[in-house]
């Protein structure tokens, strides 16, 4: 168990991928950072002497502070917020615990530049199906909890992303979008080294959905049957977005925590 006011890292990885993730702050010195540039999924960047400017930020978050071992940095960081009112704990280990234990990190290369709100901002064509629901939650889980997705017609993704300095996918000619047989799902898994079973068992979903290949997976096609459902329900792109997310949320907790179960009707048939 986990000193008091600090998270393992078992515990933290139960809600990496989930709507409950805390917000992450990293505050690793650069000298540490530069020696492996990777993040934990959704971390943010921030300098530990500037840790209460994030106040205003945070008020109604909880926080888990991230430093190399877990120690001086990331448990002063998260006693400076507490002293503020926020809600912070610090990663018990650090970084090097969570690598350790082999889970998930990001290459902090890989993610765009954040906007002046330190929100990171993508575009894409409006009117949404499946792969351009399934990326926006799958950086929204893993890469950036508050990314900001603009949907546009599809001859002006090009020219917002660069009046809007927004990061285009899914859309030709891009590096975030399909390659050969994969769709965009799976390259945003490959990029951002996501590469776990449970997300990679959803990019099949995903591809046999977005490609009509359903027998990639048996749950494609109820998957494609559910975004086509969603896209006659709401005439607002972020509105369909919003509700996406909950089916990407129900879909990615089934393959990591439920994948194995069924149902056994009757049920009076089937008891000990």
Known sequence: MAPPDQISVPDLSRLIGTPRVPTLVDVCIYEDFDVDSRLIPTSIRWPHTDIASLVPRLSEFEVVVICQKGLKLSQGAAAVLRAHGIRAESLEGGNSAWRDAGEILVPAEKIPERNAAGQTVWVTRQR???????????????????????????????????????????????????????????????????????LLQLANIVRGADTNQHDLAPEAAGLLAASLGLSQMYDDDLEQLDAGMTLYDAFYRWARDASDEGQNWPAALNAN
């Open 128 to 198: 949404p199906k499946t792969d351009r629901i399934a990326c926006p939650w799958l950086i929204r889980r893993f890469i950036d909890r508050n990314a900001q997705f603009l949907f546009v017609a599809p001859s002006q993704v090009s020219m917002v992303a660069e009046k809007f300095g927004a990061t285009p996918f899914d859309v030709e000619d891009v590096f975030w979008s399909h390659r050969d047989e994969r769709c965009t799902f799976d390259i945003m898994i490959e990029e951002f080294s996501l590469e776990n079973e449970p």
